[in-house]
């Protein structure tokens, strides 16, 4: 079984469904259709924007999943 381990919360998240049987856009959309019983203590935004790393603008990366915590003082790019 899959599991995504939140290394800041030293929480573990357990698979929703088999991942084989999906493809990647049907797996985001399954984990934001079910994203505020899956992450319940945040906002949880869709993300497709280049996010370029402040110490090297030659670094960056698409996050697919943006999570805001309810009191807007942690952000999670997954």
């Known amino acids: 079984m899959a599991q995504l381990l939140v ?5 573990w998240y357990q698979a929703i469904a ?3 049987n999906y493809s990647e856009p049907d797996f985001e959309g399954k ?3 079910y994203s505020s019983e899956i992450f319940k203590e945040f906002f949880t935004v869709p993300l497709k924007y280049d996010i370029t790393n402040k110490l090297d603008r030659t670094e960056k990366c698409k996050p697919d999943l943006l999570l805001i915590s309810k ?3 942690r952000w999670i790019f997954i």
């Open 31 to 33: 984990i934001f259709k």
């Open 71 to 73: 009191d807007f003082k």
């Open 18 to 20: 088999s991942i084989r």
């Open 7 to 11: 290394t800041i919360e030293d929480v």
